[in-house]
């Protein structure tokens, strides 16, 4: 079970860039699906979550920017983000809990995809 994140890139402040999540592997099911980021010299926090029925969640910096959806047939998620700023400026992060062949549970992350804004 692996997850592989996409989509980063180099955006102007006030740009958009969309990233991507795609969760492969022997999968039953993947449960709550998760976006966080990691800025240079900070821990890492939440972005946003979604459940598998699409129930979201938003930290406050990504509430009205941001917009979590989840394709559930292809087994991706993806962050629409929007009026970008400088100080969302990370490595973005994918995480998932998945049910795997044999109903093994997986905290999955995936590798990160670099975000830059430019002011």
């Known amino acids: 079970v692996q997850l592989q994140a996409s989509g980063g890139g180099l955006v102007q402040a006030g740009g958009s860039l969309r990233l991507s999540c795609d969760a492969s592997?022997?999968?039953?099911?993947?449960?709550?699906m998760g976006w966080y980021r990691q800025a240079p010299g900070k821990q890492r926090e939440l972005v946003a979550t979604i459940t598998g029925t699409g129930r979201t969640n938003y930290a406050d910096f990504a509430e009205g920017r941001f917009t979590i959806s989840r394709d559930n047939a292809k087994n991706t998620m993806y962050l629409q983000m929007n009026s970008l700023k400088p100080e969302d400026t990370a490595v973005y992060y994918c995480?998932?809990?998945?049910?795997?062949?044999?109903?093994?549970?997986?905290?999955?992350w995936g590798q990160g995809t670099q975000v830059t804004v430019s002011s």
């Open positions: 995480n998932a809990d998945i049910t795997g062949i044999g109903y093994l549970k997986y905290d999955s």
């Open positions: 592997g022997r999968i039953i099911r993947v449960n709550v």
